[in-house]
């Protein structure tokens, strides 16, 4: 059974590139059983991997929407979608990404989401790690997307908007009856730790760590490298390295 780990907080906080570093540290530590799914619907994860993904789940949502009425009556919707999923997932020699994309429209998506909803589930089931990049704020909680996380890391900027969200995720998630293995804090764009610790004190979540400004993040993404790519000793790398230690993400 693998470990399903998800990051969430905030917009604009960081989500992506601690998803793509976390990515990368499985990468380093040699495993290859890796699936990356893009659960915000302005998808930026494939592009800080370095990688490129023609369709999403949401594009082949509305494909069976459009197409199901012409489906014979014995032909099984739900193995349509599953050779559909497997079909739109990027591959790469040590990860797979998978795009949500665009949310629902008017139409009636229950049972579409439902049958999708199934088969992340098996998906995640045969990935050693699954890393999902969730939306900003709290809608992944009702949408469910994060159904099934094991690890829920919620990524702060230094600011009391962040740390609120980090505990209406923690509250809400209780109230939907989600139970993660582990709620972690992590602080992103820090430059005085004293300030924080004193913070994350206050706060019911377990702090996981810090991770610096860092300039080569900054640059990789202004130009659109893959951080996989970032040097080993850059401030950012070396922070996630040391907070996946620490909390035995891995
Ligand atoms: N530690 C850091 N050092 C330098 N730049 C950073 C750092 N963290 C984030 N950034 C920059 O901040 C921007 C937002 O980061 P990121 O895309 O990871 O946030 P996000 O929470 O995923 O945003 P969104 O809610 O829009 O998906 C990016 O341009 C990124 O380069
Ligand atoms: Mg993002």
Not at 34 to 42: E, K, T, V, W
Request: charged residues 25%; aromatic residues 6%; glycine residues 8%.
């Amino acid at each position: 059974m693998g470990k399903v780990i998800a990051v969430s907080g905030k917009g604009g906080v960081g989500k992506t590139i601690l998803a793509a570093l976390l990515i990368r540290k499985l990468i380093k530590t040699g495993h290859r059983s890796i699936l990356a799914i893009d659960a915000d619907p302005d998808s930026n994860l494939p592009d800080m991997l370095g990688v490129s993904v023609g369709r999403s789940l949401g594009d082949i949502r509305e494909e069976l929407l459009a197409k199901q009425s012409q489906f014979p009556p014995e032909y099984s919707k739900d193995v349509w979608l599953e050779s559909k999923v497997l079909e739109i997932m990027a591959e790469t020699p040590s990860f797979d990404v998978l795009v949500m994309g665009r949310p629902e429209g008017p139409g009636c998506y229950c049972a579409v989401n439902h049958m999708l909803r199934s088969i992340i589930d098996f998906l995640t089931r045969s990935y050693d790690y699954t890393v999902i990049d969730a939306e900003a704020g709290l809608e992944h909680l009702s949408r469910r997307t994060t159904q099934g996380v094991d690890d829920m890391i919620v990524v702060t900027d230094p600011s009391l908007h962040g740390f609120n969200t980090a505990e209406r995720i923690k509250n809400l998630a209780k109230e939907l009856g989600m139970e993660f293995k582990h709620l972690y804090l992590v602080v992103n764009r820090v430059s005085c730790e004293k300030l924080i610790s004193e913070k994350v004190g206050s706060i019911e979540v377990e702090f996981a760590g810090v991770i610096p400004e860092d300039v080569n993040v900054a640059e990789y993404n202004l130009v659109g490298k893959s951080l996989l790519e970032l040097p080993e000793d850059s401030p950012a790398v070396k922070a996630v390295d040391e907070i996946t230690e620490k909390i035995r993400l891995i």
